[in-house]
């Protein structure tokens, strides 16, 4: 809502909401700035987020998770760019969203890209914050419901898919999104096994043989059940 430029604010919220936080939503709706709230109906993450999908009017939509906030230009700069789907770097802050965690954070760059060799490799390199085109959100039919809430259904399953469907890519080389890394509940933190398991259906889908499956789980496993920078210390 404090973006250099109008944008529609669509937030998807859970049943269990809490009032408190609805009485913030309820007095943000009354300022004189867009934004609308629903309630989840469909079961899980992928649910939520082809909820918000379909209740967005703009012909652009990207994706801000619970956690996390944006810089104020990240919207403004990510339509400059005219790709189906326009990826930045973010920043990785500590849970308290004040200190920043630097081997945590992404740069990334067009030329590392475009130099990777299959559309895994793409998926897994683009981050957050994502700005998609809407016609192609459709044509890809969003998130897949499918496969379960496992992390990367938003950032890398669905960018795979996109992908798949031919979607242009433009990197913003800017830390625009700011991803708040805690111990509180998240999809990171559930079981790992099950995780690992999602993934597979992932790979599966995509066509992977399971032979090849194996060094994809073991590089996204790593950071399976813990938040990520305990994953950092431990390796240290």
């Given at each position: 809502m404090?973006?250099t ?9 859970s ?9 913030t ?41 619970s956690?996390d ?8 700069k990510?339509?400059a ?5 326009v ?10 969203g ?17 130099d ?29 419901e499918?496969?379960?809430d496992?992390?990367?259904?938003d950032?890398?399953?669905?960018i ?20 708040r ?5 998240r ?18 889908k995509h066509g992977?043989?399971p032979?090849?499956q194996?060094?994809?789980v073991?590089?996204?496993s ?6 990520l ?8």
């Amino acid at each position: 809502m404090r973006q250099t430029v109008p944008a529609e604010v669509v937030v998807v919220c859970s049943p269990r909401t809490c009032a408190k936080n609805w009485g913030t939503l309820r007095a943000l709706e009354q300022l004189p700035r867009r934004l609308r709230t629903c309630v989840q109906k469909g079961d899980g993450f992928a649910a939520a987020i082809n909820q918000g999908f379909r209740k967005a009017k703009g012909g652009r939509i990207g994706l801000l998770l619970s956690d996390d906030w944006l810089r104020p230009d990240a919207v403004e700069k990510c339509l400059a760019c005219d790709g189906d789907i326009v990826s930045t770097g973010f920043t990785c802050f500590a849970g308290n969203g004040v200190d920043e965690f630097e081997s945590l954070s992404s740069d990334p760059r067009c030329t590392v890209y475009h130099d990777l060799a299959t559309l895994e490799e793409k998926a897994f390199y683009l981050t957050h914050f994502f700005l998609f085109r809407a016609a192609k959100i459709v044509e890809a039919a969003g998130l897949d419901e499918s496969i379960g809430d496992a992390p990367g259904i938003d950032d890398y399953d669905f960018i795979w898919t996109l992908l798949e469907h031919g979607a242009r890519v433009s990197i913003i080389e800017e830390r625009l999104y700011c991803y708040r890394d805690h111990e509180g509940q998240r999809l990171t933190l559930r079981d790992p096994a099950e995780q690992a398991g999602n993934l597979v259906r992932i790979l599966t889908k995509h066509g992977i043989r399971p032979e090849e499956q194996e060094e994809i789980v073991r590089r996204h496993s790593a950071w399976f059940g813990k938040p990520l920078h305990r994953v950092l210390t431990d390796a240290q």
